[in-house]
């Protein structure tokens, strides 16, 4: 079956611009997750759904970024007035629910690059 | 302090040779434990979950200890194909959906 779908998987973008990053979940999965990976590090945690209502926003670095998930399934990551600081691939995943141990499925992300 | 630490390599070793990474974890109450496996410029796969009793899937050996904070990847006979990054991951003591990674330990297998 179909894995976690990321689109674009490429998106360089002019400092100050607007993007929206999507994610399509694995089919069923309830919980989804947006994380942040720079270079030599391991991905940061941004926000969790579950459901349609974010869960967690703890992670987002600042107002400039949000998520929703109108429908419960896709969900569309958003940056305004984009910096370079901004610049990282962004990791959707989603799991069967959020209990513990449950396997998060990861999607081959999206690389942003703010020029 | 970073909330999992872990050496970050690269290890180099020949084909066959056995290899251990250790991870060390800050909060006490986390309660779930993985090896992630990353390739280069790919999405991070589940390896294996770490549980308290240490488990073993085939030649990977995941062992935690919880009084160190402590978690362990031994892999034996190493092939070239497991040459990748090694992410070790805890749960967020006070939201356990939240996965907490390391940076990564790197792994390169030579013929």
């Known amino acids: 079956g179909a894995g976690v779908s990321q689109t674009p998987s490429n998106k360089v973008t002019e400092k100050g611009k607007y993007v929206e990053l999507r994610c399509d979940p694995i089919?069923?999965?309830?919980?989804l997750y947006w994380y942040r990976q720079s270079l030599g590090q391991g991905p940061e945690f941004l926000i969790y759904f579950q459901g349609t209502g974010a869960a967690d926003d703890s992670g987002l670095p600042n107002d400039r970024f949000f998520a929703v998930r109108p429908e419960g399934s896709v969900s569309t990551l958003k940056i305004q007035r984009t910096e370079r600081g901004d610049s990282a691939v962004y990791l959707c995943a989603s799991s069967w629910d959020s209990s513990l141990n449950t396997e998060a499925f990861f999607g081959q992300g999206t690389r942003l690059t703010v020029v | 302090r970073k909330e999992v630490e872990q050496d970050p390599g690269p290890f180099n070793v020949p084909e066959g040779a056995t290899v251990a990474f250790n991870c060390t974890y800050s909060?006490?109450?986390?309660?779930?434990f993985f090896w992630y496996r990353q390739d280069c410029r790919k999405e991070p796969k589940l390896l294996m979950s770490?549980?308290?009793s240490g488990n073993e899937d085939g030649r990977f050996t995941a062992q935690l200890n919880r009084a160190s904070q402590y978690i362990s990847l031994l892999i034996r006979d190493s092939k070239l194909s497991d040459s990748a990054t090694y992410l070790c991951v805890v749960n967020h003591a006070d939201s356990s959906y939240k996965l907490i990674f390391g940076s990564g330990t790197r792994l390169l297998v030579r013929p």
């Open positions: 770490v549980y308290s």
């Open positions: 089919s069923g999965h309830t919980a």
């Open positions: 909060n006490s109450a986390s309660q779930s």
